[in-house]
């Protein structure tokens, strides 16, 4: 399983963005994917993600502002950003779990400043 994560950059609070994730390689469907993120010298969290089930979770901190959802014929899952904080600055991971391995793509930078 290969993960290519894109679409961070620098955004001003209130802005948005959209991230993608390209999922290729031994993968059955895009359940169990989703986008995490970590700032420096804190653990990674989760952000959104798609449940085994295809039910989505999000994090406390980003319900309401953002969204995920996939493109199953193009095996990308996407993360809108909206209404984006100071607080939401940080390296965003894509994962994917398959048969029980955690698989992560190269982190994207978002910074969020004015």
């Known amino acids: 399983v290969q993960l290519q994560a894109s679409g961070g950059g620098l955004v001003q609070p209130g802005g948005f963005l959209r991230l993608s994730c390209v999922a290729s390689?031994?993968?059955?469907?895009?359940?169990?994917m989703g986008w995490y993120r970590q700032v420096s010298g804190k653990q990674r969290d989760l952000v959104a993600a798609?449940?085994?089930?295809?039910?989505?979770n999000y994090a406390d901190s980003v319900k309401g502002r953002f969204t995920i959802s996939r493109d199953n014929a193009k095996n990308t899952v996407y993360l809108q950003m909206n209404s984006l904080k100071p607080e939401d600055t940080a390296v965003y991971y894509c994962r994917k779990k398959y048969v029980g391995v955690n698989y992560w793509g190269e982190g994207t930078l978002v910074t969020v400043s004015s």
């Open positions: 798609f449940t085994p089930f295809g039910t989505t």
């Open positions: 390689g031994s993968i059955s469907s895009l359940n169990s």
